[in-house]
């Protein structure tokens, strides 16, 4: 049997050559940016409160139903009339901002009341509001996948795709295309403005200062909700974010998309060690890429196991993950 | 960190637990079943089904339009009978939680208002209820079970239910995946097809039985499987080896199809696409020069139109059989109550389902019901519809309309 599946792997690797490769690489790098980017959500909230916000990946989901709504209302992928660039920054927009503020109603509501209840509490809550999210996007949905087809976009729905297919460069013949590029320069974008934000600004250390001590964070007059508040709308602006992408990268959207999503960013935080925010980034590569190339050579039915097998592994060689630090227990 | 995971863990142990203590708990009948099960029940002027679908899960979106077809042919059939039919709901989840279906069908059981029941939605549910479907005396009449081994003994595999206590107004995969490899392999030509199931019962039924039925003729036959949970298919389609002619994908959800069409066109591959029955919705799957089976539905029908209306345009068409099963249900009702002169039983019901008589405007189903006594061609058995029923084989045109050809 494993002999079996190690020749079918070999064979898979020789069928599918460089041109394979550079395709699953490709796969691997533009889904890991999404993923890193919902990772950094439960890495900055975990790094605040200690706490795994299992909601998160709802929050994820509510997003990309904002953007489909967003471009729904400019008469979607078929006949949007409306120029692409800008219909694509009014999505981004609206739906950073409604993912951001439900961040924030869902700590005020779900978390903020059970800030010195034992630890248990706030996990519980989150996991109720996993659910509360889901079941109501189910109701409002009436359990409908709902399609992007973000791929039409200035194109001639159904015969053309749009410039979003556009190919920018390509390897060994494989297009990396303007949806590619667009996800992963977008994601290493706000990346790169989140560590500037949390490393560079007064507001940032503030952040720190939140996560390495509370109590002597607000005697040193640091307003820790707001602190708080404002780590759960950054975390979830980026979501929402991740939620367009998805929708533009993808495209079929569902209320169970977020638990799926979810778990493989949480996955990813934990692999890259959770708490930090570089760890977030890698873990979201990493695990994308696994994910990727398990399915191309091992096969679609392989993938979890493989990603999930990762998790099981990681926290048992390396409890922290990748660039986690060990915490101090102090006595 | 790992104590949080580790206490997640055992919470999600605990609910299992529970959830299969419950569930083992719930498979013993229950005290008053007997009792119930013959009971006889005045008819009056409303009887009560029982109707088991994915209201909640990952499946609830093939469970709604099966619950909003069932409401359809509740109103349809009140508005011209004095007998008016009354629904108790009862959510299987489906997507391997059987537990819940086991608990939905004892639950039905005991309540001795049901007299009949439409579903429950998959394969698996039915087989693992089966007894306890009996030891109530209902006989369930599913829109969407379609493994031959419920209704037929196969080489290995003894028939999963016992006759007379289940029925369905599908087709089931037998007569799906022959009519779909010969019109691959005779029509169509075609030498090299990969087949992509998305792990769930259904699809990994009709996916060996096209498997197999293509490798019999000597067609090379590949395989792969996504997830329903995760709609991203660019790496599963960068697998699919070169000189592949054909996808075929017997999934469950329509929009999956769709996306994998797009997807596939967008990765500049240009195989065709062929989906099975729980893809065919033609609002929703467009892929123009794509196959799909499906069973044959009577598009000019009014009624299909006022759904379509009441729907926002969607005619939901993998829930119809579900319609069916109401009216199948409804009109044994009809029979039994008056046989009994306003008495009747479970059983009586039961038996009279088998000798219900549909017309093909009636079904809405492209053919008429009726349900075979014994075995019959290769594929069906007791329980079976019989006659012309059958899938067919519909391409898709540019503009998104299915036009017949097989």
Redesign the interface.
Known sequence: MHHLLVFNIID?IR??GWP?FW??LR??I??GSLLALIALGYTMVYGILQL?NFAHGDIYMVGAFIGYGVLQAFGGAEMASFPIVPLIIIMFAVAMVGSGVLGVAIERVAYKPLRNAP??AP?ISALGVLFFLE?SV?LLT??????Y?G?YLGGNY??T?GPL?NSVFTVDGI?F?TVDTLVVLAAVALMVMLVWLVYRTRFGKAMRAVAFDREAAAMMGIDVDRVISMTFFIGSVLAGAAGVMYGLY???T????G??YGLLAFTAA?VGG?GSIPGAMLGGLLVGLF???A???V???W??IVVFGILIGF?IIR??GILGSK?IQKV | ??K??G??ALLASLLSVVVATTAWGSAKAPANAGAVAAKSVKCGTKVTIGVAYPE?G?A??L??PQWDWANFAKKTWNKSHKLKLAFVRGDTQLAGNNPQAVQVAHAFASNGKILAVSGPAGSQEMEDTASVWKGANLGPVSGSETRVALTRALPGTPRETTPGYFFRTVPNDGQQGDNVATFIHKKLKKTNVRI?DD?EAYSQGLSLQVKNDLQKVGVTVTT????Q????Y???I??I?GNTQLVYIPWQ????A??FF??L????DHQIVMGSDGTDDPS?F???GSYVSGFPVQTNAPALKSFKKAHGGDPETFGLPTYTSVMVNATALQMACNAGHGKTTRAAVRKDVAKVKLSKAVSLLGFPVVFLKGNHGKFQGNGDMGGTAAFGIYKIQ?N?SYSRVG
């Open positions: 898979q069928t599918l394979g395709s699953l796969n691997g533009v889904s795994l630890r248990i996990l079941s189910q009436n359990s409908a996948h709902v399609l087809e791929v159904p015969s795709f297919l297009p295309t993808i495209g079929d569902s209320f169970t998309l638990f799926q934990v959770i994910q990727n190339f399915t191309g050579y096969g679609g039915q993938s979890d926290l409890p922290n915490a | 960190m790992l949080k995971v206490l997640v909640t990952p609830a979106t469970g709604t992509i792990e792969d499987h996504i997830s949970q995760n709609p991203d660019n790496s599963v960068a697998a080896p959800v329509p929009a999956m769709q996306q797009t997807q066109r967008a990765n500049g929703t467009k892929g123009a540019p998104g």
